[in-house]
C-alpha cells in the first residue's frame, strides 16, 4: 500500500497562520493609538486581538481533521503565536499598564525555545505540547482582561490570570528544553554520527565485510 502524499505547504491551515501574523501590525496600531487611553480604540485593538487568537484555534483544528499538518505548519504557527503575544505584551508594558519584567520573562522564554526549536529541527519538529497549548490559553485570557477597557474591579482577576501564565510559561518552557535535549539524543541523526565516532560502519559495509568472509 502506497504512502499517504505528504499535504502543500499552501493550504487553508497555513493560510490563517499567515493570517494572523498579518493582523500583528494593524492590532498594534490600533492598540497605541492615543497612548491607548482611547476606550473605543482599545475595544477594537481586543477584537483585533481575539480574533487572531480564534485563527489559532481554526488553523489547528482543520489541520488535524483534513490532514493538512506540514512541518511549515509546525514551525510557523507558533511564531505568529509569539509574535502576537509579544507585541501585545510590549504594547502594554509601553503605555504602562503591564510591568516590564512579566514582558521580559515571557519574551525570553518565547524566544529561548523558538531558537531551540531550530537548533534541533535538523535532528526533528517538535510540535506544540499540551502544556504549551494550557499557556498560550492562559497568556490569551490574561491579555484580553488587560487589553479590554474594563472597570477597575476586574484588576485583581487580570493580575491572577497574568501570574498563572507567567508561572506556565516559565513551566513549559523548560519541559521543551528537555525535549529538544532528548530529541537530540535520540534522533537517527545523532545516533550516525555515535556510530562513526565509534568506528563501526554502516550497515552496507559489514554486510560486505560478512559475506566476503
Known amino acids: ?21 498579518v493582523a500583528v501590525p494593524v492590532f498594534i496600531v490600533l492598540l497605541l493609538h492615543d497612548d491607548g487611553q482611547s476606550d473605543s480604540w482599545r475595544i477594537a485593538a481586543t477584537a483585533a486581538f481575539a480574533v487572531a487568537i480564534i485563527t489559532d484555534r481554526i488553523d489547528g483544528e482543520l489541520a488535524r481533521r483534513w490532514g493538512l499538518i506540514t512541518d511549515l505548519g509546525k514551525i510557523a504557527d507558533p511564531i505568529a ?67 479590554a477597557p474594563l472597570p477597575d474591579a476586574f484588576q485583581p482577576v487580570a493580575v491572577v ?18 525535549q529538544a535535549v532528548r530529541l ?13 565516532g565509534r568506528g563501526v560502519p554502516p550497515e552496507s559495509h559489514r ?4 559475506s566476503a568472509a
Not at 186 to 192: K, L, M, Q, V
Not at 207 to 210: E, F, H, N, P, V
Open 1 to 21: 500500500m502506497s504512502a499517504l502524499p505528504k499535504p502543500s505547504n499552501w493550504n487553508v491551515a497555513n493560510a490563517f497562520t499567515a493570517l494572523r501574523l
Open 184 to 196: 537530540r539524543r535520540g534522533s537517527d541523526r545523532t545516533r550516525a554520527k555515535r556510530a562513526t
Open 81 to 147: 503565536d509569539k509574535a502576537l503575544v509579544g507585541s501585545a505584551l510590549i504594547c502594554l508594558s509601553l503605555i504602562g499598564e503591564l510591568p516590564w519584567w512579566v514582558t521580559v520573562v515571557v519574551l525570553f522564554r518565547e524566544l529561548a525555545i523558538t531558537g531551540v526549536r531550530f537548533v534541533v529541527i535538523r535532528h526533528g519538529v517538535m510540535p506544540a505540547s499540551r502544556g504549551g497549548k494550557y499557556k498560550t490559553t492562559a497568556q490569551s485570557v490574561a491579555l484580553l482582561l488587560y487589553l
Open 207 to 210: 554486510a560486505g565485510q560478512s
Open 161 to 178: 490570570t497574568m501570574g498563572v501564565a507567567v508561572v506556565l510559561t516559565v513551566a513549559t518552557g523548560l519541559d521543551y528544553v528537555v
